[in-house]
């Protein structure tokens, strides 16, 4: 069992920067590919960014050239560096972490930007 643990989130003006992190423990050998989600007010919960266990990385076109997905070296950290806000990416944010017979999913934390 994996458990996923989001922080970061908060409330941002337009065009500032957020730096969400995830924090897995329990059986984090488990872990092949880590992602971010988000889910936006009205919408279905959509791909934000991806990292493979090899170090590739995959963004949304949404998220291309403003974010950037990162895992330590360990695997037991995940971040998302969010950078020129805007209020579109309001949505509360979550981490899951994919094994190769289960996905696992954080709780989840808000990202609001507003002025």
């Known amino acids: 069992q994996v458990l996923l643990v989001e922080s970061g989130g908060g409330l941002v003006q337009p065009g500032g920067s957020l730096r969400l992190s995830c924090a897995a423990s329990?059986?984090?050998?488990?872990?092949?590919?880590m992602a971010w989600y988000r889910q936006r007010p009205g919408n279905k919960r959509e791909s934000v960014a991806t990292i493979l266990s090899g170090g590739a990385t995959y963004y949304a076109d949404s998220a291309k050239g403003r974010f950037t997905i990162s895992r330590d070296v360990a695997g037991d950290m995940l971040y998302l560096q969010m950078n020129s806000l805007n209020p579109e990416d309001t949505a509360v944010y979550y981490c899951q972490g994919r094994a190769r017979v289960k996905t696992y999913w954080g709780q989840g934390t808000q990202v609001t930007v507003s002025s």
């Open positions: 329990g059986s984090t050998i488990e872990i092949i590919n």
